[in-house]
């Protein structure tokens, strides 16, 4: 299954406008907004975990990230409220689930192979430091290595937000919302921006808040066989 696949080309979903897709394992639903495979394969989901619902245990052989949108996440490591973080890296092994249910936005097999960071911040707690470039930004970085630059973004009411995407850049709206290309995002609504563009939205009456990744779309990353 091929799904926004080329990365040279502008993508769009509005994921709340979306009927969740039932997964291999009962109670965990998802909806597609990037996808390169089947079953495994590198993708980019919102996915959502009814309560008492878990996957088997297995091995992310290509890495993963994900951001917990509602609810508590939980595996052998812990148990993350909505805001956290975290870094699975390449052949790192757990057994995801959710004894109350939750919701997550969720990336595989986006790693570089030797990758073996494991990362967990709870963005809410995060540093919002103004951005000088860009009035009425504020930034909280969250992971930043030679690939990518990840941050949590808010933008500020009735403003109007630019920023060049010399490396590409993805967005998901977590709040808030903002017109952009004529179009109204919203909540669950992403977009990726492929290398050479230029952002140009205009927030509405309450702001925006996002999660941000910049300068990962010019690395050729290998996918599942």
């Known amino acids: 299954m091929n799904l926004h696949a080329d990365m040279k080309q502008r993508a769009v979903v ?7 897709v039932a997964s291999p394992m009962p109670g965990v639903e998802r909806r597609m907004l ?11 989901s919102i996915v959502r975990y009814a309560p008492g619902s878990h996957f088997s245990a297995h091995t992310h052989t290509g890495g993963e990230e994900f ?25 790192s092994r757990h057994t995801p689930g959710a004894a109350l249910g939750c919701t997550i936005f969720v990336k ?5 192979p030797s990758d073996r960071t494991h990362v967990v911040v709870q963005t809410d707690k995060l540093a919002r430091i103004p951005d000088a ?7 909280s970085p969250v992971y930043k290595d ?8 808010e933008w500020a009411a009735n403003s109007l937000v630019e920023m060049a995407l010399p490396l590409g850049g993805e967005f998901l709206v977590l709040q808030g919302g903002f017109v952009e290309s004529g179009q109204a995002f919203a909540a669950q609504s992403w977009m990726r921006l492929p290398q050479g563009s230029r952002l140009s939205a205009q927030t509405g ?8 990744k910049l300068d990962h ?3 050729v990353l290998p996918t599942p066989a």
């Not at 030679?146 to 973004?153: G, M, S």
């Open 14 to 20: 509005h994921a709340a406008q979306q009927a969740w």
């Open 34 to 44: 990037h996808r390169m495979g089947e079953e495994v394969a590198q993708a980019t």
């Open 67 to 91: 951001l917990v949108l509602e609810g508590v996440f939980q595996d052998e490591q812990g148990d993350y409220p909505a805001g956290s973080y975290i870094r699975n890296p390449p052949q």
């Open 108 to 112: 595989l097999w986006q790693f570089e």
């Open 133 to 139: 470039r860009r009035p009425g930004v504020s930034v």
């Open 146 to 153: 030679a690939f990518e630059d990840v941050r949590v973004e």
């Open 205 to 212: 009456p309450k702001g925006a808040k996002l999660w941000v």
């Open 217 to 219: 779309l010019n690395h």
